[in-house]
């Protein structure tokens, strides 16, 4: 039994571990377009940026373990066809790989904007660890960098952009940050403190154009910079999957359609991480989601099933952003929600929104609250209804009303 992996980011590198962990005695090859072992995202706009981690500390694992364990890892290849008829994938250097099962687990990649200068060479996404030392070989007192998107990676990009002394301008088109992913209280409460550590945040911005010198805005408006963030989210790596006939989502940011297994459409080929449309069964949903959690739940998913081990149960999702002292964590999904509660005073830098689905939640938002992130966790995956005068009132312990 031979399991092929493309793609050995976070989902790949994992499903690779678990497999091992699993007791699977098949051939396992590993491989990985960039340059690099398989290593974490999360830190290239956190503590990687500001130079608070090292390279050694953001490899998912040393480089000894493959060889250790018998996994054949192959960086700086790239996958350019996948034929499930003859169970193969090819390289682009032209060589073929056969497989029993195969994994996708091809990532995303950073949107585009339809706009001239689009495509110039000087404009950076934070997507690989080539872009974070790029930017960051950019950054220092005296630049100015210019953030177009104020979603996660934009926002803890301008953090880290600030304790490194470079000026900080964020574009963002719509009226408040963070808008497509969470509740205004914590849109206002990240606003407020960027521009409290001099963060130029800028809303309902259009950018027209990426021009010598800066970004146009539609009002013609010159914002001059030395160095130009684009983050508008992210496409799934699904070009691989459709070219062979795998079912994928025609709309929206795209994605390989998966099972609770993380099974596509053809049974001899899973997919995992941020390139599939899943389900979510906590939340009766099915969409992507571009999170480490998810990655390697699906990983687990994936090796469960090829090795035949019964799979465990389904996950609450959630997801971590931290900027300057502040961790945000979040925990479910907020689209059925009718209303929200805040529970804390953002004044105080401690608080949690909760999203409630009649008398359930069915999303928390703690920021540097995680007894609210872990309570409201549990509760939204045991689905039980909560008193909302007990959740609002910080004279009740969170362990009191999860009870
Ligand atoms: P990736 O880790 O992107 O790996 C996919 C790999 O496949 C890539 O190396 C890609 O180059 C390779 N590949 C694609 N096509 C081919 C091909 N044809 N042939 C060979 N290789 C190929 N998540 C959190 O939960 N919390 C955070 O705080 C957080 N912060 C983030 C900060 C940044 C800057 C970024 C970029 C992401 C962050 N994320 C965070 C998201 C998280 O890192 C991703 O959800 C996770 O990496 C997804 O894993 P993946 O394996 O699906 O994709």
Redesign the pocket.
Known sequence: MKVVI???????GSAAALLKASAFEGEIVL????PALPY???P???AWLKGEADLESLLLRPESYYAEQGITLRTG????AVSPAARTVTLSDGSVETYDTLIL????TGRRLPIPGADRSELIE???LADAERLKGQLGPGRRLVIVGGG??GL?AAASARALGAEVVLLERLDRVLKRVASEPLSAFFTARHRAEGVDIRLDVEVAAFEDGGVRLADGTLVEADVILVGVGALA?DG?ARAAGLACDPAGSGGIVVDETARTSDPSIYA????TVRPVPVHGLTLRL??????LEQARQAAHAIVGRAQVAPEVPW????QYDLKLQIAGLPQAADRTVVRGDPATGRFAVFHLCEDRIVCVEAVNAPPEFMAGKQMIGRRTPVDVAKLTDLAVSMKAVAL
């Open positions: 493309v793609g050995a980011g976070h989902a790949g491989l990985g377009d960039e974490q995202r999360p290239l706009s956190k290849v790239v996958v350019s687990a091809t990532g995303s934070l997507r690989t996660y990676v803890e790596n691989l995992i991480g941020d390139v571009e999170s480490v959690p998810n990655a997801f971590w952003s931290d």
